[in-house]
């Protein structure tokens, strides 16, 4: 395999700047252009009901914020242009055609919920600080509601604070789960940024001290924080963008350190303005120049067409090499059959050194037009070792142009093993074509630069290993879809099972068929060798299928069986005999579709962060599990990694929020994977199980919200915002599980050594450190990393202190070191617990910066981790607690016993002053019987 490909991609991109800058954006993330960002794709999910309404306030909302964000960035940054994705559903309207845009590469979504509705914005973050987020969502409701922003602001300055998540990594400021704190000084304080935002504290009757809403440091129920509607603060957009005084993000001046808030987690207590002037647009830009201000932004709206696919397969005398051909032909029927969605166009060219057409375009109406289809699949190789894939490329252009006169919108499905070094020669015109290429690599000799056609088009690439009982090839096709983000319509793999087996041994494995889908179920049996297998199915009542219950392809070593209407929900069980004398490699997969047209399935989204990776860099695998935007939990999620040689790796991803994992129970499942035994291309498969729960869906939507304000303090006057609806989601208990199985494409790692290597993999870094001050005492908590990243059991811990936050943030090793003789590390992702008394340490010298009080009553911890051969992790999070109770302070729990105090010393002198007048009392008595008796004596 050749490593070539990243410098012809840079003469390739120095020619593409040269002749057509603007190519540059096709199929590409958003760029930053003289200060301006070109390329923001917004899509209308296909469910949104039709309203122009919403694409007049898109453009109003993104026009604003345009401004907004211009002055917030201190005249740096605008947006230039922004293209509208309009949903197939909505009538034409004079929209122009997509190129290569699609609704799962769009920056911005807007959708339902299809759960209890909430109007949240959020941005889904599953990366650490300073990284890009996923996407912004918006609901319908929100953009048409002009109610809503009473309680979240102008929808522009939402914008900027999602953009802010999206671009920059920066994390919310607010924190609804704790809305208060004890500061340095033991003063009970709001969680705000900055501090100078002002307001009072309101009970369920008005206005009231803050004493009346705190018992024992705990907020009383029915109480809250208020902000005054008119502040002199101007920071900041990630705390509270709604108020009119905020136009600036927190700096180091503004920012409030000692805030429980995610951003000061994610960031080791940096404010935003830090990590965002630390980003890659501000070191690529400078303040545009002159008093005016940038143009608003342009808008295109933009609708796809016909879907248009042209299958471009390669028949060099390559594929007849460990049975290509055959697993192309089973992977191609399997995609013509069943996953290429109703009323696509679909055409077929092949090539070797020339490209020939061999299906024109044909319409999917019914089973007969896909297994017309299928009749036109290559059924033999040539003779020819040479590939050129511009020539199969350029035929492919010719069938999908010959329907509207361009390629506008459409898809190749690329598969190629050739070592074609001429592809840069046809780059040009593919990307002008409008055509979106997913490549898909056969073996170890498939060209570098074949990634590239995907990446600048916007397409998926993967890789299939030369291994007979790799089910990767169908799982490839399995994963491409229309693009529309039309989830009901998609087919969703439940299951890829692929085995070895021996002669008259047999293959037994259970699919669940969850109540989330059904409709379409199909089983797909292939095989390498002889004839088929013995095949017996069960479905969950007893109901039997045999192999002559299945329609056999025995050209193709195929077997296909469609379970009519919706298939019964619960466990499948399938027997595969091998009745044949030799091995048999024998797969199974197993798709579906939704089983309503209003509950979405429980689908699975699986990528890695980078495309490519040089050793000893890992790579961090992720897999989104969710129904509808609600993330699952407890699952079992498993990700297999096939090198182009060797046996596959397994590695079980988490939702812990530790380690590769950023925020726990987002329902985005993540690990460090650095097993690199060789050089080249990797394949990703992830495998997803969830027992029977009744608690698989979380109770919100997960990812960084846009701050909903309950209220305002105006001239005086409480003036209560609607109550926000919750996002919860009531679920039905899903009685029998889920099982998922989903490419997740491929990357490559260069610069693997050759044989054993010494060990370069340091811990990772921890990112979830708490600590909790407890009397004269402070216990810290956090997730164990290991040995090698997130794996395996590292050796010890370097635990250090300060009082002085710039100390441990710029100057770890000169921190305070905490004995840790006593503590050694667990494995990995177990929850660590570490007690210690920090005065015992607070007396020791300490390297102070210039101008640094050392006067503090707060301390900051952070760890390190160390392995056994002294490779040590990043340092961790910053954590930080309050020390001591200052002598001349009247802290609440003080107060309450000084209260405590004055009460029972009025119980008791209430006391003292009864008991004297019962004593009083009884001695008069006395004395008047005393009296009378006298008296009496005297008579007598």
Same mark, same amino acid.
């Given at each position: 395999?050749?490593?070539?490909?990243?410098?012809?991609?840079?003469?390739?991109?120095?020619?593409?700047?040269?002749?057509?800058? #603007?190519?540059?954006?096709?199929?590409?993330? *958003?760029?930053?252009?003289?200060?301006? /960002?070109?390329?923001?794709?917004?899509?209308?999910?296909?469910?949104?009901?039709?309203?122009?309404?919403?694409?007049?306030?898109?453009?109003?909302?993104?026009?604003?914020?345009?401004?907004?964000?211009?002055?917030?960035?201190?005249?740096?940054? %605008?947006?230039?242009?922004?293209?509208?994705?309009?949903?197939?559903?909505?009538?034409?309207?004079?929209?122009?055609?997509?190129? @290569?845009?699609?609704?799962?590469?769009?920056?911005?979504?807007?959708?339902?919920?299809?759960?209890?509705?909430?109007?949240?914005?959020?941005?889904?973050?599953?990366?650490?600080?300073?990284? #890009?987020?996923?996407?912004?969502?918006?609901?319908?409701?929100?953009?048409?509601?002009?109610?809503?922003?009473?309680?979240?602001?102008?929808?522009?300055?939402?914008?900027?604070?999602?953009?802010?998540?999206?671009?920059?990594?920066?994390?919310?400021? /607010?924190?609804?789960?704790?809305?208060?704190?004890?500061?340095?000084?033991?003063?009970?304080?709001?969680?705000?940024?900055?501090?100078?935002?002002?307001? !009072?504290?309101?009970?369920?009757?008005?206005?009231?001290? @803050?004493?009346?809403?705190?018992?024992?440091?705990?907020?009383?129920?029915?109480?809250? %924080?208020?902000?005054?509607?008119?502040?002199?603060?101007?920071?900041?957009?990630?705390?509270?963008?709604?108020?009119?005084?905020?136009?600036?993000?927190?700096?180091?001046?503004?920012?409030?350190?000692?805030?429980?808030?995610?951003?000061?987690?994610?960031?080791?207590?940096?404010?935003?303005?830090?990590?965002?002037?630390?980003?890659?647009?501000?070191?690529?830009?400078?303040?545009?120049?002159? $008093?005016?201000?940038?143009?608003?932004?342009?808008?295109?709206?933009?609708?796809?067409?016909?879907?248009?696919?042209?299958?471009?397969?390669?028949?060099?005398?390559?594929?007849?090499?460990?049975?290509?051909?055959?697993?192309?032909?089973?992977?191609?029927?399997? /995609?013509?059959?069943?996953?290429? #969605?109703?009323?696509?166009?679909?055409?077929?060219?092949?090539?070797?050194?020339?490209?020939?057409?061999?299906?024109?375009?044909?319409?999917? +109406?019914?089973?007969?037009?896909?297994?017309?289809?299928?009749?036109?699949?290559?059924?033999?190789?040539?003779?020819?070792?040479?590939?050129?894939?511009?020539?199969?490329?350029?035929?492919?252009?010719?069938?999908?142009?010959?329907?509207?006169?361009?390629? =506008?919108?459409?898809?190749?499905?690329?598969?190629?093993?050739?070592?074609?070094?001429?592809?840069?020669?046809?780059?040009?015109?593919?990307?002008?074509?409008?055509?979106?290429?997913?490549?898909?690599?056969?073996?170890?000799?498939?060209?570098?630069?074949?990634?590239?056609?995907?990446?600048?088009?916007?397409?998926?690439?993967?890789?299939?290993?030369?291994?007979?009982?790799?089910?990767?090839?169908?799982?490839?096709?399995?994963?491409?879809?229309?693009?529309?983000?039309?989830?009901?319509?998609?087919?969703?793999?439940?299951?890829?099972?692929?085995?070895?087996?021996?002669?008259?041994? @047999?293959?037994? +494995?259970?699919?669940?068929?969850?109540?989330?889908?059904?409709?379409?179920?199909?089983?797909?049996?292939?095989?390498? &060798?002889?004839?088929?297998?013995?095949?017996?199915?069960?479905?969950?009542?007893?109901?039997? =299928? =045999?192999?002559?219950?299945?329609?056999?392809?025995?050209?193709?070593?195929?077997?296909?069986?469609?379970?009519?209407?919706?298939?019964?929900?619960?466990?499948?069980?399938?027997?595969?005999?091998?009745?044949?004398?030799?091995?048999?490699?024998?797969? *199974?997969?197993?798709?579906?579709?939704?089983?309503?047209?209003?509950?979405?399935?429980?689908?699975?989204?699986?990528?890695?962060?980078?495309?490519?990776?040089?050793?000893?860099?890992?790579?961090?695998?992720?897999? +989104?599990?969710?129904?509808?935007?609600? $993330?699952?939990?407890?699952?079992?999620?498993?990700?297999?990694?096939?090198?182009? &040689?060797?046996?596959?790796?397994?590695?079980?991803?988490?939702?812990?929020?530790?380690?590769?994992?950023?925020?726990?129970?987002?329902?985005? /499942?993540?690990?460090?994977?650095?097993?690199?035994?060789?050089?080249?291309?990797?394949?990703?498969?992830?495998?997803?199980?969830?027992?029977?729960?009744?608690?698989?869906?979380?109770?919100?939507? $997960?990812?960084?919200?846009?701050?909903?304000?309950?209220?305002? !303090?105006?001239?005086?006057?409480?003036?209560?915002?609607?109550?926000?609806?919750?996002?919860?989601?009531?679920?039905?208990?899903?009685?029998?599980?889920?099982?998922?199985?989903?490419?997740?494409?491929?990357?490559?790692?260069?610069?693997?050594?050759?044989?054993?290597?010494?060990?370069?993999?340091?811990?990772?870094?921890?990112?979830?450190?708490?600590?909790?001050?407890?009397?004269?005492?402070?216990?810290?908590?956090?997730?164990?990393?290991?040995?090698?990243?997130?794996?395996?059991?590292?050796?010890?811990?370097?635990?250090?202190?300060?009082?002085?936050?710039?100390?441990?943030?710029?100057?770890?090793?000169?921190?305070?070191? *905490?004995? &840790?003789?006593?503590?050694?590390?667990?494995?990995?992702?177990?929850? #660590?617990?570490?007690?210690?008394?920090?005065?015992?340490?607070?007396?020791?010298?300490?390297?102070?910066?210039?101008?640094? &009080?050392?006067?503090?009553?707060?301390?900051?911890?952070?760890?390190?981790?160390?392995?056994?051969?002294?490779?040590?992790?990043?340092?961790? +999070?910053?954590?930080?607690?309050?020390?001591?109770?200052?002598?001349?302070?009247?802290?609440?729990?003080?107060?309450?016993?000084?209260?405590?105090?004055?009460?029972?010393?009025?119980?008791?002198?209430?006391?003292?002053?009864?008991?004297?007048?019962?004593?009083?009392?009884?001695?008069?008595?006395?004395?008047?019987?005393?009296?009378?008796?006298?008296?009496?004596?005297?008579?007598?």
């Amino acid at each position: 395999m050749t490593h070539a490909g990243p410098v012809c991609y840079l003469k390739f991109v120095t020619l593409l700047v040269a002749l057509n800058p #603007e190519l540059l954006l096709l199929g590409a993330s *958003v760029q930053l252009q003289d200060n301006g /960002y070109e390329g923001l794709l917004v899509a209308i999910n296909p469910q949104v009901s039709e309203d122009q309404n919403l694409i007049r306030n898109i453009k109003e909302m993104i026009t604003e914020a345009s401004f907004y964000l211009f002055n917030a960035t201190k005249r740096r940054m %605008f947006f230039r242009n922004i293209k509208i994705l309009i949903p197939v559903t909505w009538k034409a309207n004079n929209y122009s055609t997509v190129k @290569q845009e699609s609704y799962e590469k769009a920056n911005v979504i807007v959708a339902d919920w299809h759960g209890t509705h909430g109007d949240d914005p959020y941005t889904l973050q599953y990366r650490g600080c300073g990284k #890009e987020g996923k996407y912004i969502h918006f609901t319908p409701n929100f953009l048409l509601n002009d109610n809503l922003t009473a309680g979240y602001g102008s929808r522009g300055r939402v914008f900027v604070h999602e953009w802010a998540h999206l671009r920059w990594g920066v994390f919310d400021e /607010y924190n609804n789960e704790k809305p208060f704190y004890i500061n340095g000084q033991n003063q009970i304080k709001v969680t705000r940024c900055s501090s100078d935002i002002t307001g !009072i504290f309101v009970c369920e009757k008005g206005p009231c001290p @803050q004493e009346n809403c705190i018992i024992s440091k705990l907020f009383k129920e029915g109480c809250m %924080f208020v902000y005054n509607s008119t502040q002199n603060a101007t920071a900041s957009i990630m705390f509270m963008q709604s108020l009119s005084s905020v136009v600036e993000f927190c700096n180091a001046s503004t920012h409030n350190q000692e805030a429980p808030n995610l951003q000061n987690q994610m960031c080791s207590l940096r404010s935003t303005w830090d990590v965002i002037t630390d980003s890659t647009d501000f070191n690529h830009s400078s303040p545009m120049k002159g $008093p005016g201000f940038p143009p608003p932004p342009t808008f295109s709206l933009v609708q796809a067409g016909n879907k248009v696919v042209c299958l471009v397969l390669d028949v060099s005398s390559k594929m007849a090499e460990v049975d290509r051909l055959l697993r192309l032909q089973q992977a191609a029927e399997f /995609y013509l059959m069943q996953i290429v #969605e109703i009323h696509t166009f679909v055409g077929i060219a092949s090539f070797n050194s020339k490209g020939e057409i061999r299906a024109q375009l044909h319409q999917i +109406n019914s089973d007969a037009d896909r297994k017309l289809l299928v009749s036109y699949l290559p059924t033999a190789v040539s003779a020819e070792v040479e590939t050129s894939v511009c020539s199969g490329l350029k035929k492919g252009i010719e069938v999908v142009e010959k329907l509207n006169g361009k390629a =506008y919108g459409s898809m190749m499905v690329l598969v190629t093993t050739g070592n074609d070094e001429h592809i840069d020669n046809c780059l040009l015109t593919v990307l002008s074509s409008g055509s979106i290429i997913h490549s898909i690599a056969l073996g170890s000799s498939a060209v570098d630069n074949l990634e590239e056609l995907a990446h600048l088009t916007g397409g998926l690439k993967f890789f299939v290993p030369d291994q007979s009982n790799s089910n990767s090839m169908i799982d490839a096709f399995s994963r491409i879809s229309s693009g529309t983000g039309d989830i009901f319509q998609q087919r969703v793999q439940l299951d890829s099972t692929r085995e070895m087996v021996k002669p008259h041994h @047999q293959l037994k +494995n259970t699919v669940t068929v969850d109540s989330s889908v059904g409709n379409g179920t199909i089983f797909l049996v292939t095989w390498q &060798t002889s004839g088929p297998p013995d095949i017996l199915l069960f479905d969950p009542n007893g109901r039997k =299928y =045999y192999t002559n219950n299945f329609i056999t392809n025995l050209a193709l070593k195929t077997a296909r069986l469609w379970i009519p209407g919706t298939a019964k929900p619960g466990h499948w069980t399938y027997t595969l005999n091998n009745t044949h004398h030799s091995l048999q490699a024998l797969k *199974v997969t197993v798709t579906s579709r939704a089983s309503s047209s209003v509950v979405p399935p429980t689908t699975v989204e699986s990528y890695v962060e980078r495309d490519s990776t040089h050793f000893p860099h890992p790579v961090m695998i992720y897999a +989104n599990v969710r129904k509808g935007f609600y $993330p699952i939990l407890n699952a079992t999620v498993t990700a297999m990694i096939e090198a182009e &040689t060797g046996d596959p790796v397994t590695l079980r991803l988490f939702d812990d929020g530790a380690g590769a994992d950023v925020i726990k129970n987002d329902g985005i /499942y993540s690990r460090y994977f650095f097993s690199f035994a060789v050089n080249g291309r990797h394949s990703l498969k992830v495998h997803v199980y969830h027992s029977p729960s009744i608690n698989t869906l979380a109770h919100s939507i $997960p990812g960084s919200h846009a701050m909903y304000v309950p209220g305002y !303090i105006t001239n005086g006057n409480i003036q209560m915002n609607a109550p926000r609806k919750s996002k919860g989601n009531n679920e039905e208990e899903e009685k029998w599980g889920f099982t998922r199985i989903i490419s997740g494409g491929s990357f490559s790692v260069l610069g693997v050594p050759a044989g054993p290597h010494p060990d370069v993999f340091p811990p990772c870094k921890i990112i979830d450190l708490e600590a909790v001050k407890l009397e004269e005492e402070v216990t810290l908590s956090w997730t164990a990393p290991g040995e090698d990243f997130d794996q395996g059991q590292a050796a010890s811990y370097e635990i250090r202190m300060s009082k002085s936050l710039q100390n441990i943030q710029d100057d770890f090793n000169n921190a305070i070191l *905490v004995n &840790t003789s006593k503590l050694n590390p667990q494995q990995a992702g177990t929850r #660590e617990i570490f007690t210690f008394a920090p005065k015992l340490f607070t007396n020791e010298p300490e390297h102070q910066h210039d101008g640094e &009080t050392q006067e503090s009553h707060r301390i900051y911890v952070a760890i390190r981790t160390v392995d056994r051969n002294s490779l040590k992790s990043a340092v961790s +999070n910053i954590a930080q607690a309050s020390l001591f109770i200052p002598p001349n302070s009247a802290p609440v729990h003080a107060r309450d016993i000084l209260i405590l105090k004055g009460v029972l010393t009025a119980m008791g002198l209430t006391g003292i002053i009864c008991l004297t007048l019962v004593v009083t009392h009884c001695t008069l008595n006395r004395k008047k019987r005393a009296d009378k008796k006298e008296n009496g004596t005297k008579i007598l």
